[in-house]
């Protein structure tokens, strides 16, 4: 009797996989690392190339137990989320968004992740990195404000996500801190009514790649972050961005077994 592809995957993981860390330690890990302040978020997205079609369904089976062995091997140091593109994207397949106390960290598993029988078939569509800090303005908003960014968003999976790369114009940085600040007042005010259903990660890229912020979004209502978009587009803050987007990453949620799956098929 044929085995399902998802069975047999993990069958060979069993004997090829090594070392493994506990369930316990690589969520306290991913915990500290979603959370604080100070950590590094890369945000690395590949297509497969043109080989990956011609290879057959065993084939593929033991590439992707090596893609599950990689990110097994290293989920002790950083936080690994996968993302798939196919079918909303035209440039890419996959995303794998890293969270890591030293980008040397996320370096050493995207060399491992290339290196591997997997990798050979990846084409590197873009990497961006940025820094998770302490939000710079909130501490001058009024205390409604804080109080209605502490919304809790609604319960329940979230299965898109988006990142869209930002960059900021020189006038901009040239105003002073007051201006600045009155124009994110502004920004934040229309972000409010969706706070509920569209999730939002900041990342602070000056001086690490050729951006100013990534942003990272997480909703279940497409339409809702589509309005939350748009009534972006009127503040006044928003003449001041260069670069919006160019690309914007649009793609479902999964987890690392559903992607082994998709991609065995």
């Given at each position: 009797m044929m085995l399902r592809p998802t069975v047999t995957v993990l069958m060979l993981i069993c004997?090829?996989?090594?070392?493994?860390?506990?369930n316990a330690q690589a969520k306290a890990d991913r915990e500290k690392l979603l959370s604080e302040p100070g950590v590094y978020g890369t945000f690395a997205v590949f297509a497969l190339n043109e080989e990956w079609a011609k290879q057959d369904p065993a084939t593929r089976i033991v590439r992707l137990a090596s893609l599950k062995g990689v990110v097994e091997q290293h989920r002790e140091h950083v936080s690994i989320d996968l993302?798939?593109?196919?079918g909303l994207s035209d440039q890419a397949d996959l995303l794998f968004r890293i969270h890591a106390a030293e980008l040397r960290e996320t370096q050493e598993f995207l060399l491992?992740?290339?290196?591997?029988?997997?990798?050979?078939?990846f084409k590197t569509v873009g990497i961006m990195h940025g820094l998770t800090k302490k939000q710079n303005y909130v501490p001058g908003f009024s205390d409604?404000?804080?109080a209605d960014l502490e919304t809790i968003s609604e319960p329940g999976q979230k299965p898109y996500a988006i990142?869209?790369?930002i960059r900021k114009s020189a006038e901009w940085?040239?105003?002073d801190q007051e201006k600045?600040?009155?124009?994110?007042q502004e920004h934040t005010a229309v972000t409010l009514p969706y706070l509920k259903t569209v999730k939002r990660k900041l990342y602070y890229s000056s001086g690490l790649d050729d951006l100013d912020f990534v942003t990272y979004f997480e909703t279940s209502k497409l339409e809702d972050?589509?309005?939350?978009?748009l009534s972006l587009e009127k503040v006044q803050e928003f003449r001041y961005v260069r670069r919006f987007g160019h690309p914007i990453i649009l793609g479902t949620m999964k987890s690392l077994d559903e992607v082994v799956e998709l991609l065995a098929q």
């Amino acid at each position: 009797m044929m085995l399902r592809p998802t069975v047999t995957v993990l069958m060979l993981i069993c004997v090829i996989g090594g070392h493994w860390i506990s369930n316990a330690q690589a969520k306290a890990d991913r915990e500290k690392l979603l959370s604080e302040p100070g950590v590094y978020g890369t945000f690395a997205v590949f297509a497969l190339n043109e080989e990956w079609a011609k290879q057959d369904p065993a084939t593929r089976i033991v590439r992707l137990a090596s893609l599950k062995g990689v990110v097994e091997q290293h989920r002790e140091h950083v936080s690994i989320d996968l993302y798939f593109l196919r079918g909303l994207s035209d440039q890419a397949d996959l995303l794998f968004r890293i969270h890591a106390a030293e980008l040397r960290e996320t370096q050493e598993f995207l060399l491992d992740l290339k290196g591997s029988q997997f990798g050979k078939y990846f084409k590197t569509v873009g990497i961006m990195h940025g820094l998770t800090k302490k939000q710079n303005y909130v501490p001058g908003f009024s205390d409604q404000m804080k109080a209605d960014l502490e919304t809790i968003s609604e319960p329940g999976q979230k299965p898109y996500a988006i990142v869209i790369p930002i960059r900021k114009s020189a006038e901009w940085w040239g105003l002073d801190q007051e201006k600045r600040a009155a124009m994110m007042q502004e920004h934040t005010a229309v972000t409010l009514p969706y706070l509920k259903t569209v999730k939002r990660k900041l990342y602070y890229s000056s001086g690490l790649d050729d951006l100013d912020f990534v942003t990272y979004f997480e909703t279940s209502k497409l339409e809702d972050f589509h309005s939350l978009v748009l009534s972006l587009e009127k503040v006044q803050e928003f003449r001041y961005v260069r670069r919006f987007g160019h690309p914007i990453i649009l793609g479902t949620m999964k987890s690392l077994d559903e992607v082994v799956e998709l991609l065995a098929q």
